[in-house]
Structures are given as structure tokens and as C-alpha cells.
């Protein structure tokens, strides 16, 4: 049994979580074009039951993005961080893509500038998955940012 890391992103489509050996070095990638509520249970179903990890630690971007994925992304992953008596810490999603926008709706995305985060029509940029955690920032308040309040 291997002791693993898990970075979840699920603030656009596709929900992706990546495996991490205990080094932090990225073992593997799973994706999913379903929505995040019934895909991220069938994928921490699969890394929790199949006998192959013991998991160590969750990380999850808590924000911006879809108000629904980080929701789900929240209470799914905190309740597991419970149970299974591992860390658990957020991310910014703009560490997950560059710094690039993040897409807020078909119109608006979040935008990182100097004032703070903004809602401007701009072009979302795509997430994808550090080759190690160690360059991220992690956080230990893992509540959501949902940025502006969620309806």
C-alpha cells in the first residue's frame, strides 16, 4: 500500500485530481467530463477502496470558479479529511493555471489584478496539475472563496 496526496481541481470542466507519491511527484491524472457531484464520489471511491493507497493528505482548489464544484469539492473532501484522520488544505485555483482568468459564467471570468479579483469578460485559461506540490501555497482556512457571494 503506497502512501499518496491528492490535488483535486473541480471549479470548471473536466474535474481533475491528480495522484501524488508521499514526495509530492505527481503519479497519476484522472479527469472527468461529469459533473463534479457524482464524478469526484465515483474517483475518491476508486482511490479509497481499491487497496492500492493509504491517503495522507487532500488539497483542493477552494476558489474561484463553479460555485457547485467548489461546494461539492468541499463537503466531499472534508468529510473524507475527517474519516480518514488526514491533512486537508485549499489552494488558489489561479495557482492551478498560470494566473490566468478562471470562468465565472458563459460571459465573465474571475480575473487576479493588483485590486484584488475582478469579474471581466476575458478568455479562461486551462488547469493542469503541478509536477510537485511543494510549489504550491497551501492554506489551511479551506473554506470556499466563493469571491462574490454565492445565489
Request: without cysteine; proline residues 5%; glycine residues 10%.
Given at each position: 500500500i503506497k502512501n499518496i496526496q491528492i490535488l483535486v481541481i473541480a471549479l470548471s470542466s473536466p474535474l481533475i485530481v491528480g495522484i501524488y507519491d508521499e514526495n509530492?511527484?505527481?503519479l497519476e491524472q484522472i479527469s472527468?467530463?461529469?459533473?463534479?457531484?457524482?464524478s469526484l464520489v465515483k474517483i475518491m471511491d476508486e482511490i479509497l477502496?481499491?487497496?492500492?493507497?493509504?491517503?495522507q493528505k487532500i488539497i483542493y482548489a477552494n476558489g474561484p470558479g463553479s460555485?457547485?464544484?467548489?461546494?461539492?469539492?468541499?463537503?466531499?473532501?472534508k468529510t473524507i479529511s475527517i474519516v480518514k484522520e488526514c491533512e486537508f488544505y485549499a489552494v488558489s485555483g489561479f495557482?492551478?493555471?498560470?494566473?490566468?482568468?478562471?470562468?465565472?459564467?458563459?460571459?465573465?471570468?474571475?480575473?487576479?489584478?493588483?485590486?484584488g479579483i475582478k469579474l471581466q469578460k476575458a478568455q479562461a485559461g486551462e488547469f493542469g496539475l503541478p509536477q510537485n506540490l511543494?510549489?504550491?501555497?497551501?492554506?489551511?482556512?479551506?473554506?470556499?472563496?466563493?469571491?462574490?457571494?454565492a445565489v
Open positions: 509530492g511527484e505527481l472527468s467530463e461529469e459533473k463534479s457531484d457524482v477502496n481499491g487497496g492500492k493507497f493509504n491517503l460555485f457547485m464544484g467548489v461546494k461539492v469539492a468541499y463537503v466531499v473532501l495557482e492551478l493555471n498560470g494566473g490566468a482568468p478562471i470562468r465565472a459564467n458563459k460571459n465573465l471570468s474571475f480575473v487576479d489584478t493588483p485590486e511543494a510549489v504550491l501555497n497551501l492554506n489551511l482556512d479551506t473554506l470556499p472563496n466563493y469571491v462574490i457571494q
